[in-house]
């Protein structure tokens, strides 16, 4: 597409990334660039939610690199608050602040983190509720709300805070299926505003939707990167094509 | 209130049926009998201020104490368990005596018998509050610091609007129990003059030579004061559960 420009907004160097003796991640490079939809897929345990993890630095990489926007991730301070305000997370278990109303937990990070004022926060916050089409919730907490409405909060959350790149760790997993569409139809709508979104999902039909690119990740290894066309019409590997075997004819 | 009456009407019964007691001492139809109540009774006020500050001041400690024992860190892991296994090891009685008596000598400031007492009690207190908060705080999801570092909360706001307004919620059974330990404790502080309800009863012995009498009172004066915290810790914790629910 012609607004996407040429520098990657990520670029991940040969990350590896150790959980004791455990290689989460082996060497894996990728690039995304601003606006593209990158969708990872891969078995449970290939590491794709470790991936994502370490591009947010709630995961440490041990060797490689990781260059976000510019800013490459270390121990530094500054690196991390850069990051993390350049990055939105939306997790699989919603994670609510539980104690708090829902425009509370929309507030907070732009309140307490950005200094913003309350009323301007709160109108903020009411933006996109509204966006994921739940403004009637405000006044609510989490668990008066279903799996599929905490979930569009918890975008809307991440939103509030003006990411340029949105993280997405199997956002659906948890849901009831009659609920996934309502947030599929979200993160739809996000990805045709523009959004840089890196999405570990199993959800097949977004990812051919929406998807710039395609990710497949098995042992750690980042094992196939393509265009969905090329993807699920012709898969490379042949761990990506059992893997896509058994998950499209169920 | 009922186990109150009860234990009363025990008292009662047991007075009726021995010549051993002799409640003239306390009896409030008397001028002398009023007075020796009111006696006890004024002891009420040092026992709950004494509490109240020296719980306030061990919860402040307590947490103070538990966050670095939370950390990556070993060394601040290792002041934990160094405070937390020292404090607990110092018998309350011995604590409030060395406070008392050994402290002023070590730094030449001489220390009420007030702010002793409460020293002693707080510092004690502190490390049983400091593995409450430790424990608590643990209990907390992981995905709630996750979260709170996605929105860029520093370390100091993640705590204070994230976890520990969860984490208290989940311990206000165990620090109510403190509570109560620390109204029972703070009779200890009668040894070194305070004068709070288990002194003026112990007073009231040397005078009117009714002992029975006298420490059944003191026993109803905590039966009463701890069943009426209770009462307030339990409507705290229902509180607290209806705001979260709604």
């Known amino acids: ?73 270390n121990d530094s301070r500054s690196s991390l608050n850069a990051i993390r305000a350049k990055v939105g997370m939306v997790f699989q278990q919603f994670n609510l602040f539980p104690h708090l109303t829902v425009l509370e937990n929309l507030t907070l990070g732009p309140v307490r983190a950005r200094n913003m004022a309350r009323a301007q926060a709160n109108d903020l916050a009411m933006s996109y509720l509204e966006r994921v089409r739940i403004p009637e919730q405000a006044e609510k907490y989490p668990r008066q709300l279903s799996g599929g409405q905490q979930q569009r909060v918890a975008i809307a959350r991440s939103l509030c805070m003006e990411p340029e790149i949105m993280l997405f760790d199997e956002p659906t997993s948890a849901l009831d299926p009659e609920m996934i569409n309502e947030v599929l139809e979200v993160m739809t709508e996000l990805a045709s505003s523009g959004m840089t979104m ?40 042949q761990r990506c094509k059992e893997f896509l075997q058994k998950i499209l004819h169920h | 209130m009922m186990r109150v009456l009860l234990l009363l009407s025990m008292a009662a019964l047991l007075s009726g049926c021995s010549a051993q007691w002799g409640w003239y001492v306390v009896n409030p139809a008397t001028e002398s009998g009023l007075a020796n109540l009111k006696f006890l009774l004024s002891g009420l006020y040092y026992t709950v201020l004494l509490s109240l500050t020296a719980i306030l001041i061990s919860m402040v400690t307590g ?44 730094s030449g400031l001489a220390i009420s018998v007030f702010w002793a007492g409460v020293i002693a009690l707080a510092l004690s207190d502190s490390a049983f509050q400091a593995e409450i908060f430790r424990a608590g705080i643990q209990s907390i999801n992981r995905g709630q610091y996750e979260a709170a570092h996605s929105v860029s909360l520093s370390y100091a706001d993640t705590m204070r609007f994230v976890i520990l307004p969860q984490a208290i919620r989940r311990i206000l059974p165990a620090l109510g129990n403190q509570l109560v330990y620390m109204l029972k404790m703070s009779s200890l502080v009668s040894v070194i003059g305070m004068q709070e309800l288990t002194r003026k009863a112990n007073e009231l012995v040397v005078t009117e030579y009714r002992p029975l ?19 307030g810790v339990r409507w705290l914790e229902r509180k607290m559960q209806a705001d979260e629910r709604n």
């Open chain 1, 1 to 73: 597409m012609a607004s996407k420009g040429a520098e990657p907004v990520i670029r991940m160097e040969g990350v590896s990334k150790f959980f004791g003796t455990f290689q989460a991640l082996k060497d894996v490079s990728l690039d995304v660039k601003s606006g593209e939809r990158v969708v990872v897929c891969g078995p449970s345990g290939s590491g794709k939610s470790t991936l994502i993890r370490c591009i947010n630095r709630l995961e440490k990489h041990e060797q490689g690199a990781i260059i976000v926007d510019g800013v490459t991730l």
């Open chain 1, 198 to 237: 890196v999405c570990v999902t199993h959800e097949m039909g977004f990812a051919r939707r929406v998807a710039d690119t395609m990710v497949f990740m098995d042992h750690g290894e980042l094992v196939e990167l393509a265009t969905p066309e090329t993807f699920f019409s012709a898969p490379e590997s």
């Open chain 2, 213 to 231: 009498e006298i420490y059944t009172i003191l026993v109803l004066e905590y039966l009463v004061l701890i069943l009426i915290v209770s009462a």
């Open chain 2, 63 to 106: 947490l103070l104490v538990a966050l670095p024992g939370l950390s990556e860190n070993r060394k601040l892991r290792a002041f934990n368990r160094l405070y937390v296994e020292l404090v607990r090891a110092v018998p309350i009685l011995v604590l409030i005596l060395w406070v008392y008596y050994g402290l002023p000598q070590l």
